[in-house]
């Protein structure tokens, strides 16, 4: 089972590596966009293991495939507007499942006892 701080560092280095295209967004060539491409695939599976409600999942498993249709270059959009486009989802993605309250099997765990759903996965 994955784990919401697990995922939340995958979207991050995904993020890191399309934000660092924003000042060369001629350097995204296909064969770097199917590097995040494959990262992006990991991320969904990953999504995929969440103990989160069918809904939000395919709302993130949606934003992520965007993500990949993207950078997959079909859409007609320049350099700039994809990378652009492509880092906005993952932070809207990575938004999404911060606010996520997921039980937590590493990390540091908030209880609260007055709660029937007791313990926060906190990343830090």
Do not use: W, Y
């Not at 995958?10 to 995204?28: G, K, Y």
């Not at 992520?64 to 809207?92: K, R």
Request: glycine share 4%; with cysteine; hydrophobic share 45%.
């Amino acid at each position: 089972m994955s784990s919401k701080c697990s995922v939340l560092q995958d979207i991050a280095n995904a993020s890191q590596i399309v934000d660092s295209f924003l000042s060369t967004p001629a350097a995204l060539t296909p064969t770097v966009a199917a590097s995040i491409i494959n990262q992006l695939l990991l991320v969904q599976g990953a999504v995929q293991d969440l103990p989160i409600n069918a809904v939000r999942k395919t709302d993130i498993l949606t934003r992520l495939n965007q993500a990949i249709t993207l950078l997959s270059g079909v859409t007609g959009l320049t350099g700039i507007e994809t990378i652009l486009a492509v880092s906005q989802i993952l932070q809207t993605v990575a938004l999404k499942i911060e606010n996520l309250r997921l039980p937590c099997s590493q990390g540091i765990t908030i209880v609260h006892p007055s709660n029937t759903f007791s313990t926060i996965c906190n990343c830090s």
